[in-house]
């Protein structure tokens, strides 16, 4: 299993509609091939700052999302609007 | 339902011993009124940072947990072995 934890950020001005376009990725994303949990947060208190946690199958499943329409629409949508660039890490599950 | 994402993150020489800290804290926090999840991952690139996604019941069982018995000693044990500071975010599960 590989799991993906991200951190994305928007600028401030525009987190409604950065939330929607991440929003929008849930359930196409859960539809691939290999997904096996995919999860969206919002940061409470910086509501800016989003996180997903991703499970895929495999190393492949994940490489194959960032490759998927869907993602390269919402990046499309979203370019101007990162806060920063996306960290995209890879992660063991200790417990 | 609180949802508790944190950031933890060791100086790199010392990474072997915190990592066993924070494995050892997960036990004794599952056991917790109040906790619902307590997960524990590591970097699979950067090993000396660490993610904690918790689930409790509500805000006053998140607090509670910070004021236990086996965080305080978990943070007398990794006091010198910090990276950074721990960053403990509350968030909002979106999807």
């Known amino acids: 299993m ?4 991200a951190r ?3 600028i401030p001005d525009a987190t409604p509609q950065f939330r929607e ?17 995919y999860e969206l947060f919002q940061d ?4 800016s700052d989003f996180i997903t946690v991703e499970r ?6 994940a490489e194959a999302h ?4 869907h993602v390269a629409a919402a990046i499309a949508q979203a370019s101007s ?6 960290l995209i890490h890879r992660f063991t599950q200790l417990a």
Chains 1, 2 share one sequence.
């Open 21 to 37: 376009i991440l929003q929008a990725l849930v359930a196409p994303s859960r539809k691939e091939p290999g997904c096996l949990s």
């Open 8 to 10: 994305i950020s928007s």
């Open 81 to 86: 609007l990162f806060g920063q660039p996306p």
């Open 44 to 47: 409470a208190e910086q509501p």
């Open 2 to 5: 590989t799991i993906i934890i």
């Open 66 to 69: 960032l490759a998927t329409p």
């Open 56 to 61: 895929w199958a495999d190393d492949s499943a």
